[in-house]
């Protein structure tokens, strides 16, 4: 049976009522038939829910169909993606260990290996994406190396890691290689069949698709969820069960969406790519991505994210952002409604300006999660939008010249 059926027919077993559509199952507690099933159920002879700080039918769907959509045998859901990133670390790392990271990650899986690993003695190296198999094996030390991790495509400059290769050296050193695959979905990206151990998502994004629940969840080998699950049951990041059943909705048209995203965000960036006030496009299934082979050997489609440059710095991104109709400005992705985004002020202001520089975040530096609109009105209203914002660049040239006549 195909992914995308499983998807649709995985689902919770009918009650009694023989609902067509799962149902909530707001309940913090499940009730024991009996004394000699609480204690079967608490030392683990019988299988079943307890309480939802521990499973939820309706997290279980989730999880279920995630673990056959990444082609996992286990995972945990949690509240948030962070809650999963942090789970997946906070489980398996100890201290004296040490972590090597791609330099570009979302600002609080950042935070977290800097601020908060480190005050357990847990050690790190970062590395730029793009760094050779030379580099990651200089920067991994056998022993104690115990977990690299990254995202790919990364956030926001979609640079990739080869994650073959990554393989190829955890075959060498025994590491843990854990991956965000929150960009690509596990509809255009499989980590684990590319050699990774386990693949995490921000549900929030492209899971959910429609901008409403947070929810987040690792997935991987039983053997490394499970002191996962034993961190999260008795820490409780637990996911809700109103936002598992909103996501396991969704997975339903994950990849019906995801087909019609990336190929918004293609037409896209091939429109600005070829406009002559764009300074720069990049998105990895365009021939000028410098990564754009490896783009195609280890994805199956660009994904949604395409970012751009445009002259003047902020203030023509002010103008531009103005004079966009349909998008909307926020710093969340992975909605069905175009999103703008400007990490310079936004989610990356907290970088220093060398570690903005090293990751390319410039003043006028745009993050589109595109949506899924009609294309032809995304196109045309980016298209009038550049022009329009096009003469606040004209202005500061202009200004620049007067004050360069009131010099001389
Ligand atoms: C790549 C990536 N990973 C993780 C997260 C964190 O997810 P959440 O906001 O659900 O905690 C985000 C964004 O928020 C993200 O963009």
């Known amino acids: 049976m195909k992914k995308q059926t499983k998807a649709i027919r995985t689902q919770a077993a ?8 799962v149902p909530l199952y707001l309940t913090s507690s499940f009730a024991f038939e009996s004394a000699e099933q609480g204690k079967a159920l608490f030392d683990e002879t019988e299988d079943g ?3 939802s700080r521990f499973s939820n039918p309706n997290v279980t769907e989730f999880v279920d169909k995630v673990c056959m959509l990444e082609n996992a045998e286990d995972g945990i859901a949690t509240g948030t993606g962070m809650a999963a990133v942090f789970a997946s670390m906070a489980a398996l790392l100890k201290s004296g260990d040490h972590i090597v990271a ?18 357990w003695g847990i050690t790190h190296t ?33 640079e990739l890691v080869d994650l073959t290769m990554l393989a190829r050296l955890k075959a060498k050193y025994g590491f843990i290689l854990n991956v965000d695959n929150c960009f690509a979905t596990p509809i255009l990206q499989l980590p684990i069949d590319l050699g990774a151990d386990l693949s995490i998502h921000s549900a929030t994004k492209y899971m959910d698709g429609q901008g409403r629940v947070l929810g987040g969840i690792v997935v991987g080998s039983k053997e490394l969820i499970q002191p996962i699950r034993f961190f999260a049951r008795h820490t409780g990041p637990s996911l809700s069960p109103f936002n598992a059943w909103v996501l396991s909705k969704s997975l339903e048209t994950l990849e019906l969406r995801m ?10 960036a091939e429109a600005l790519d070829v406009h002559p006030d764009v300074a720069l496009v990049k998105y990895p299934f365009l021939p000028s991505h410098p990564q754009y082979e490896l783009a ?4 199956s489609a660009g994904g949604a ?43 990356h202001a907290k970088l220093k300006p060398e570690e903005k520089a090293a990751l390319g975040i410039t003043p006028g530096l745009i993050r589109i ?16 939008a550049i022009e329009k914002s096009a003469d606040v660049v004209a202005a500061t040239v202009v200004t620049a010249d007067v004050v360069k006549e009131n010099v001389a």
Request: hydrophobic content about 40%; overall charge negative; some cysteine.
């Open 305 to 347: 994210i395409v970012t751009i440059e445009l002259d003047g710095g902020f203030e023509r991104v002010s103008a531009f952002f103005a004079a966009l109709q349909i998008p909307t400005l926020s710093s969340n992705l992975g909605d069905s409604r175009t999103i703008v985004t400007n990490p310079n002020t936004t989610t």
């Open 102 to 119: 791609c330099r570009a990650l979302f600002g609080s899986a950042h935070q977290i290996i800097t601020q908060i690993l480190s005050k």
């Open 369 to 384: 999660s595109v949506g899924l609109e009609a294309i032809e009105d995304l196109i045309a209203d980016f298209t009038q």
């Open 49 to 51: 829910n307890i309480y």
């Open 259 to 268: 087909d019609r995203h990336c190929s918004n965000a293609l037409a896209l």
């Open 126 to 158: 970062y590395l730029d994406a793009t760094a050779t198999e030379a580099e990651w094996e200089e920067a991994i030390q056998a022993n104690p190396t115990k977990m690299v991790y990254l995202e790919t495509p990364s956030n926001p400059g979609l």
């Open 296 to 299: 195609k050997q280890q994805m």
């Open 14 to 21: 009918k009650s009694q009522n023989r609902e067509h559509s």
